[in-house]
C-alpha cells in the first residue's frame, strides 16, 4: 500500500541536542511538507519541498534544517536553536505544485527533557 | 498570522443531529480543503473545493465556498460518535487556477458527538 511513514512516533529530546526526524512515501509525490502542532493549535509550516535537492522555508523554519536528497525521503532535523521544540511533527506530501490533497504521516511527537 | 480561523471552536451534539463548522480566511485562493485528526493522529483529507465552485458533496459531508466574503461551511448531517475528531480548514493560496503549492491551515473546531 502506498503511504507516508514517519518515524520514530515519540522522540524524546536532551537540552542542546540534534535530533532527526524521518519521513518516507512511496506515493511518488515531487512535493513534501513540514508542519508542527502545538496543542489545540492548527499547523504551522516549517519547510517544505517541491522537487528534489530544493526546499524553502515556510513560516517558522527558524531552528530547523532539512535536506531532499531523494524523492522519497524528506528528514527533519530539530536543532539545538529550537528554543521551544516540544511538540507534533507531521509530515505530508503531494503532487507538485498542486496541493490537492495532501496525504499526511501519522507524525512524530517531540518532547524535550 | 494564521490565514484561516474556524469557528467555532468546539462543538458538542447529539448522536443524529448536524454540525455545522466555519471557516474565514484572508486573501484570494485556488481552492480550500477541510480535514479530519482523530486525537494523536495525523490528518486525513476529506474534501476539496475550488475557488470557482460553490457547493461541493462526498457522502454525508456538504461543502460550501463563498469567495466574495472569503468563507466556507462544512457540514456533517445525521452525525456519529465516529465523527467526534477535530476538523481543519486549510487554504491553498493562489489565483487564476495558479497553486502556490502550499496549504495552511486554521486552528480547528474540536467535535465531540455524544451517543
Known amino acids: 500500500d502506498g503511504g507516508i511513514t514517519q518515524s520514530p512516533k515519540y522522540l524524546f529530546r536532551k537540552e542542546g541536542q540534534n535530533v532527526t526526524l524521518s519521513c518516507e512515501q512511496n506515493?511518488?509525490?515531487?512535493?513534501m511538507y513540514w508542519y508542527r502542532q502545538d496543542p489545540g493549535q492548527g499547523l504551522r509550516l516549517i519547510y517544505y519541498?517541491?522537487?528534489?535537492?530544493?526546499?524553502q522555508k515556510g513560516d517558522i523554519a527558524e531552528g530547523y534544517s532539512v535536506s531532499r536528497e531523494k524523492k522519497e525521503s524528506f528528514p527533519l532535523t530539530v536543532t539545538s536553536a529550537q528554543k521551544n521544540p516540544t511538540a507534533f511533527y507531521l509530515c505530508?506530501?503531494?503532487?507538485?505544485?498542486?496541493?490537492?490533497?495532501?496525504?499526511f504521516g501519522s507524525g512524530t511527537r517531540l518532547t524535550v527533557v | 498570522s494564521q490565514q484561516g480561523e474556524e469557528d467555532p471552536q468546539a462543538l458538542s451534539i447529539q448522536e443524529g443531529e448536524n454540525a455545522t463548522m466555519n471557516c474565514s480566511y484572508k486573501?484570494?485562493?485556488?481552492?480550500l480543503q477541510w480535514y479530519r485528526q482523530n486525537s494523536g493522529r495525523g490528518l486525513v483529507h476529506l474534501i476539496l473545493i475550488r475557488s470557482n465552485e460553490r457547493e461541493k458533496h462526498s457522502g454525508r459531508l456538504r461543502v460550501t465556498l463563498d469567495t466574495s466574503k472569503k468563507s466556507s461551511s462544512l457540514l456533517i448531517t445525521a452525525s456519529r460518535a465516529a465523527d467526534t475528531a477535530s476538523y481543519f480548514c486549510?487554504?491553498?493560496?493562489?489565483?487564476?487556477?495558479?497553486?502556490?503549492?502550499?496549504?495552511?491551515f486554521g486552528q480547528g473546531t474540536i467535535l465531540t458527538v455524544h451517543p
Open positions: 506515493l511518488n509525490h515531487d512535493a
Open positions: 505530508a506530501s503531494s503532487i507538485r505544485d498542486r496541493a490537492d490533497g495532501y496525504t
Open positions: 486549510a487554504t491553498d493560496l493562489g489565483a487564476g487556477g495558479t497553486s502556490y503549492g502550499k496549504l495552511t
Open positions: 519541498s517541491q522537487i528534489v535537492n530544493d526546499f
Open positions: 486573501t484570494s485562493i485556488n481552492n
